[in-house]
């Protein structure tokens, strides 16, 4: 069983992941309390599923860009589980889980993630022959920022708020197309899913070596 961790942002979120697929999911919007809140929501998830920590076989651990305090969160615990257990550690950037719902998506899809002072992180993707793409670089925008970077049809995708979404449809009419509230947000089911197919692949990243992903501040 892999265990999926994923505290980029505020709205967090575990998930237990095998060959036969995503057995259990939790998501919650926290106060930056992830220091507390986190290990209580794994150890109840696998005591549903009656697993004991000799069950997991790979830990998997969302690596931002996002809040600077929730990743170190969640790549420390990732990494002292896959310490003490001498399990596999898996890395994914969180804007590759946000957008793994939309692969079938025909037009490019946009990704985005608050970070703070009305900026938002986000990269752009699109479907290749072979599977996803990222065809930007990660990017720290503000929201005029945004707008010129949608220049086409694109699906819209992530944690965005209403004020956010109101601009998107003033600004880019006909080219911004938001996914739903319900829809939209990353899970840390995909995260696991991703990881879990790195995993069969015999992949596994560096205990000491991997980190979160940050990018520079305006």
């Not at 980029?8 to 106060?31: K, P, S, V």
């Not at 920022?145 to 049809?153: D, G, K, T, V």
């Not at 699906?155 to 829809?183: K, W, Y």
Request: aromatic share 6%; glycine share 8%; net charge neutral.
């Amino acid at each position: 069983m892999l265990l999926a961790i994923d505290t980029a942002t505020r709205l967090a979120g575990i998930a237990l992941y095998d060959e036969n697929g995503l057995h259990a999911e939790q998501m919650w919007r926290t106060h930056d309390n992830h220091t507390v809140e986190l290990m209580p929501y794994v150890v109840r998830a696998c005591q549903q599923q009656g697993l004991c920590p000799a069950s997991l076989r790979a830990v998997a651990v969302s690596l931002g860009p996002g809040s600077f305090t929730g990743m170190r969160v969640g790549l420390s615990v990732a990494k002292g589980l896959a310490l003490a257990l001498r399990i596999p550690l898996l890395g994914v950037p969180s804007l590759d889980a946000t957008v793994h719902a939309f692969a079938q998506a025909r037009q490019p899809v946009c990704a985005i993630l608050p970070a703070g002072r009305r900026r938002w992180v986000t990269a752009l993707y699109f479907t290749a022959a072979d599977g996803w793409r990222r065809r930007s670089a990660y990017a720290l925008v503000n929201e005029s920022e945004l707008l010129e970077s949608i220049r086409e049809p694109t699906v819209i995708c992530g944690e965005f708020d209403t004020h956010l979404a109101q601009v998107l449809h003033a600004g880019a009419p006909g080219l911004a197309i938001l996914a739903s509230p319900a829809l939209a947000p990353r899970r840390a089911g995909y995260l696991a899913e991703l990881a879990w197919k790195r995993f069969e692949a015999g992949e596994q990243d560096d205990l000491a070596s991997l980190s979160p992903i940050y990018l520079p501040s305006a």
